[in-house]
Structure formats: structure tokens, C-alpha cells
């Protein structure tokens, strides 16, 4: 079946330091949508990336949906201690009837 | 504009009991798909409801059942209880049944099995 992959598992940064985070898909995917979820919080919608190349940008985050559309990534520059959580990609499944999500991509700020 | 309600926010059961889990969509929203999240995992999808239908359904035996009621919101009930359903059962709703709509989660029910 679909496997959505992402890495890396943690990341441990100094804040101000950058961060990226890439998710991997076994399938071609007709759109991407990233969430972020807060320790002991819920997962809580980014963004959605459709068209192959797309770029965007929310502030210090930035968005890409590979040229396959197999592959997606979040960067953030300059991270803060509020960007502590877990990072989430999740796409349609085989039959595009529900959503698959990565395992996510844990993230610690040090002050 | 309230968003997704669930509830309980905890529960602790024990093998074979059985659980009913509630959860009320956002405001405007007519679809809500249940999720089970392990601990420090991704969100696992488990099934979706639709105009009171069970529309999609993911990898779960059929312990798990669930409802959806005319006024959209939806129970989550799972039988003969396992040690390995521990779980944040996290409920998500949204505007039709869509991939390419957000899902707006609710803050779970946590539930440990003894």
C-alpha cells in the first residue's frame, strides 16, 4: 500500500537556527497538506500545495511540492521556541478518498 | 464559532469493556473522519462519515463502529477492548468528503486500557 515517509524522526535546533523537514511519498499525490501539532495538542492545518513546483511561504515557514509530486518539504528560518510540535505531511491515499499522514518530524528549540 | 468538541477528553477502561467516543464538528462542516494516533505516530485513519453514511474506511477491524447523526456530529464506539488500543482517538472534520479539503481536529480522547 501508500507509505508516506518523512524525515528526519527529530531534530534538535538553537533558536534562530534553520530547520527543514522533507516528506516522501510511494505514490504520485494530486495535493500535500502539512499540520502542525503542539506537544499534548492536536494537529492543526498548515497548508495545502497542489500544482507541481509550487512554492509558498507563510512568514518564516516555506512550502514546497517536488516537481513529481512525490515529495514535499517544510523549511523554517530563524525557528522560535513557539515553533516547538510535530510536523505532519499527509496526502490522499491510492483511491484519493482519504488521507495518509507521514509519521512526522519532531521538533526541539533550545533557547 | 466553536470548532470540533470531543468527549471524554480521558478515559481508562479495561480488556473487553467497550467504549463510545462523541465528537461534534466545526461549525458548517458536514463530514467527520476519525483518526487514532499512537503514541509518538501519525494520525491513523480509521473511517469517515457523510450524510450519516460510513463512507471510507481504513485498516481497522470492525470492533470499531461508528454513527453520525443529523446534526452531523459523530460517536466512535469500540468493542472487546485490546491493551494495543490505547490511543489519542483524534476526530477531524471538514466541508464534504474531499482530499483536498483541511482537516479541523478536535482535542481527542485519550484512552488507556488496563
Known amino acids: 500500500g501508500q507509505q508516506v515517509m518523512q524525515i528526519p524522526q527529530y531534530q534538535h535546533v538553537q533558536e534562530g537556527e534553520d530547520f527543514t523537514t522533507y516528506c516522501n511519498s510511494s505514490t504520485t499525490l494530486s495535493n500535500i497538506q502539512w499540520y502542525k501539532q503542539r506537544p499534548g495538542g492536536h494537529p492543526v492545518f498548515l497548508i495545502q500545495?497542489?500544482?507541481?513546483?509550487e512554492v509558498k511561504k507563510q512568514k518564516r515557514l516555506t512550502f514546497q511540492f517536488g516537481e513529481a509530486k512525490k515529495n514535499s518539504s517544510l523549511h523554517i528560518t530563524a525557528t522560535q521556541t513557539t515553533d516547538v510540535g510535530t510536523y505532519f505531511c499527509a496526502g490522499p491515499d491510492n483511491y484519493g478518498q482519504n488521507f495518509v499522514f507521514g509519521p512526522g518530524t519532531r521538533l526541539s528549540v533550545l533557547p | 464559532d466553536a470548532g470540533v468538541t470531543q468527549s471524554p477528553t480521558h478515559l481508562i477502561k479495561t480488556r473487553g469493556q467497550q467504549v463510545t467516543l462523541r465528537c461534534s464538528p466545526k461549525s458548517g462542516h458536514d463530514t467527520v473522519s476519525w483518526y487514532q494516533q499512537a503514541l509518538g505516530q501519525g494520525p491513523q485513519f480509521i473511517f469517515q462519515?457523510?450524510?450519516?453514511?460510513?463512507?471510507q474506511r481504513g485498516n481497522f477491524p470492525d470492533r470499531f463502529s461508528g454513527h453520525q447523526f443529523p446534526n452531523y456530529s459523530s460517536e466512535l464506539n469500540v468493542n472487546a477492548l485490546l491493551l494495543g488500543d490505547s490511543a489519542l482517538y483524534l476526530c477531524?472534520?471538514?466541508f464534504g468528503t474531499g482530499t483536498n479539503q483541511p482537516q479541523h481536529f478536535g482535542d481527542g480522547t485519550r484512552l488507556s486500557i488496563l
Open positions: 477531524a472534520s471538514s
Open positions: 500545495l497542489v500544482k507541481s513546483g
Open positions: 462519515y457523510y450524510e450519516e453514511e460510513e463512507r
